[in-house]
């Protein structure tokens, strides 16, 4: 299991842009199909983006796609957001599958046996 960390939340403002980052303690996430997920208040959480393991495949929800970029590299895992809405905020989470192995649905939730901080992100005029 590698020891995800997530950086970069805080406050941003509508029609802004925003980059998480996530990395692995200096591990190499090589290999390992990653995911972002996120948590609105109140809400389940729901996974919103997704890439294959060489970064050339990429996958999102509806409520995001064409505005968020899901990218790596061999270390980190970033999400950049662009215009983001005030219904963007929430705790952002990220996740890796285990090392060659390909999840079924990798932006279900389920998926995935343990999560780590996530890092809050709020976004208002």
């Known amino acids: 299991q590698l020891p995800l960390v997530e950086y970069g939340g805080g406050s941003g403002q509508p029609g802004g842009s925003l980059r998480l980052t996530c990395g692995a303690s200096?591990?190499?996430?090589?290999?390992?199909?990653m995911s972002w997920f996120r948590q609105l208040p109140g809400k389940a959480r729901e996974g919103i983006a997704c890439?294959?393991?060489?970064?050339?495949g990429t996958d999102y929800a509806d409520s995001v796609k064409g505005r968020f970029t899901i990218s790596r590299d061999a270390g980190t895992l970033y999400l950049q957001m662009h215009n983001p809405r005030p219904e963007d905020t929430a705790v952002y989470y990220c996740?890796?599958?285990?090392?060659?192995?390909?999840?079924?649905?990798?932006?279900?939730?389920?998926?995935?046996?343990?999560w780590g901080q996530g890092t809050q992100v709020t976004v208002s005029s």
């Open positions: 996740e890796a599958a285990p090392r060659n192995f390909v999840p079924r649905n990798p932006l279900q939730p389920d998926a995935y046996d343990s």
């Open positions: 200096g591990l190499s996430l090589d290999r390992h199909r």
């Open positions: 890439i294959t393991f060489d970064g050339t």
